[in-house]
Nanobody, 125 residues
Framework: VQLQASGGGLVQAGGSLRLSCAAS????????IGWFRQAPGNEREFVAA????????YYADSVKGRFTISRDSAKSTVYLQMNSLEAEDTAVYYC???????????????????WGQGTLVTVSS
């Protein structure tokens, strides 16, 4: 199972970025995919997740209404569209796969079995 996150960069507060998570076909068609982030000095935290089966989504309260998780079946890619970015969103963002593929979508780190490398998002205020 391979997951590759990309799309991070430097953006001003109020701006937007779109992160991509390219997944192996097995992961994309059977596993739920989540995004997590880790800011310097902080623990890794849940951001959003999407179901492999019906595309349902789940968000952390801190990003609800600003971030959107979506998927492109043709490209086996999950996206995280981040709008109205704040300095507090600065972190390394990781995508991960929950091999159980079951409902409900999960937010705990230990529930995710495979992890991609991170991509750094820096929001300047």
């Amino acid at each position: 199972v391979q997951l590759q996150a990309s799309g991070g960069g430097l953006v001003q507060a109020g701006g937007s970025l779109r992160l991509s998570c390219a997944a192996s076909r097995r992961a994309f068609t059977s596993y739920n995919i989540g995004w997590f982030r880790q800011a310097p000095g902080n623990e890794r935290e849940f951001v959003a997740a999407i179901s492999w089966s019906d595309g349902s989504t789940y968000y952390a309260d801190s990003v609800k209404g600003r971030f959107t998780i979506s998927r492109d079946s043709a490209k086996s890619t999950v996206y995280l569209q981040m709008n109205s970015l704040e300095a507090e969103d600065t972190a390394v963002y990781y995508c991960a796969a929950d091999a159980s593929g079951s409902a409900p979508l999960l937010a705990e780190i230990y529930e995710y079995d495979y992890w991609g490398q991170g991509t750094l998002v820096t929001v300047s205020s």
